[in-house]
């Protein structure tokens, strides 16, 4: 069993969601339909990026980091061309 770590942005405000779920279907699933109170006035939501875990803690630990100033900068250098290209 996967966990995983994804980049939701916002196309409303291109702010970035960071999050964590064992089941990245039902998550989107649910962010989509306004069901996660932290993305519900950010609709509608893309997928940008995430990755992929054996070990729940892993995961953790690397959302952690991308929800940290240093993780941000990294997080928007691995995404320096979709960026770019959609104008962020």
């Known amino acids: ?12 405000d291109k ?14 699933n649910e962010h989509r339909s306004g069901r ?21 803690h892993d995961a953790l630990r690397r959302e952690s ?3 940290t100033n240093k993780g941000k900068v990294t997080l928007r250098q691995m995404l320096k061309e979709y960026l770019r290209s959609n104008d962020q």
Do not use: D, H, W
Not at 15 to 28: E, M, P
Not at 36 to 56: C, D, H, M, Q, V
């Open 1 to 12: 069993m996967f966990c995983y770590v994804y980049i939701l942005q916002s196309l409303k």
């Open 15 to 28: 702010l970035f969601y960071i999050g964590f779920t064992s089941n990245l279907n039902r998550r989107l």
């Open 36 to 56: 996660n109170k932290s993305t519900s006035r950010r609709l509608p939501l893309k997928l940008i990026f995430f990755e992929a875990y054996l070990n729940k």
């Open 65 to 67: 980091y991308f929800k």
